[in-house]
């Protein structure tokens, strides 16, 4: 498969069929006015790329302005031909497919996704930014938050996995790299690409290929995310589910 055939047209909801014309339409912001126009194209001229704020495999996420606004956002760019040599083309739709569910159920404790677009080479997320960075180096600095800290956090980690398991939802890979703090130090969850949606009748997870009911129900107890922070269901060889 060549890096063009990663367009994802068919694989991300909302990307343009059309190869490498580089836009998209932007998802609504719920805190605008219903009479606003209705929301432009974008491309990556649109921004005015910064500094790095976090890496992958096979993605990039930069510190970007809008031109016209001024507004900051981390934009997430994927390189298509790493997502192709990682075999991550699943990952990205489950992403893109989560949040947008996310952007329907909106709640404080998410990274918002914005609008997606593409060229030639890459994919770009267009996200909200999370001006403090991740939780991780403030727990190592501190080496562990007090009683009144970690009441905090605990109950707005609640209030987000409650969120999530309602929308049957499981994310799989939570971990301090994956909460991010805004500008008042509340938490923001990212990172969508292990997570999965449940079957609410059976809670099998919903596949992403045409595979049967069984081998769905063996899928939702393999391992993914990240060893050192394997759920208790894991190291149990219980299965998932957002009970």
Do not use: W
């Not at 605008?32 to 990556?44: E, I, L, R, Y």
């Not at 309602?166 to 997570?195: C, Q, V, W, Y």
């Amino acid at each position: 498969m060549s890096t063009g055939e990663v367009s994802l047209g068919c694989h991300i909801q909302d990307i343009n069929e059309s190869e490498g014309n580089g836009t998209t339409n932007t998802l609504p912001d719920p805190n605008t006015s219903n009479s606003v126009k209705p929301p432009s194209k974008k491309s990556a001229k649109d921004f005015r790329f910064g500094k790095v704020i976090g890496d992958g495999s096979f993605s990039t996420v930069y510190l970007a302005k809008d031109v016209h606004s001024n507004k900051e956002y981390a934009i997430k760019v994927c390189q298509k031909k790493h997502i192709l040599r990682e075999r991550k083309q699943k990952a990205i739709m489950r992403e893109k497919q989560i949040m947008n569910i996310l952007n329907n159920h909106p709640s404080p404790f998410f990274i918002k996704l914005y609008c997606t677009f593409q060229d030639s080479d890459r994919l770009y997320f267009v996200m909200s930014y999370a001006k403090h960075g991740e939780l991780l180096p403030y727990i190592v600095r501190v080496g562990s938050f007090d009683e009144e800290c970690t009441r905090f956090y605990a109950a707005e980690l609640i209030l987000a996995i409650e969120h999530l398991h309602k929308l049957f939802i499981i994310h799989r890979d939570l971990k301090p790299e994956n909460i991010l703090l805004d500008e008042h130090m509340h938490i923001k969850i990212t990172d969508f690409g292990s997570a999965k949606v449940i079957n609410a009748k059976n809670d099998s997870v919903t596949s992403d290929e045409n595979e049967s009911s069984s081998n769905e129900t063996s899928r939702k107890g393999s391992f993914v995310g990240t060893a050192q922070y394997v759920s208790p269901e894991m190291l149990a060889e219980k299965t998932a589910s957002p009970r």
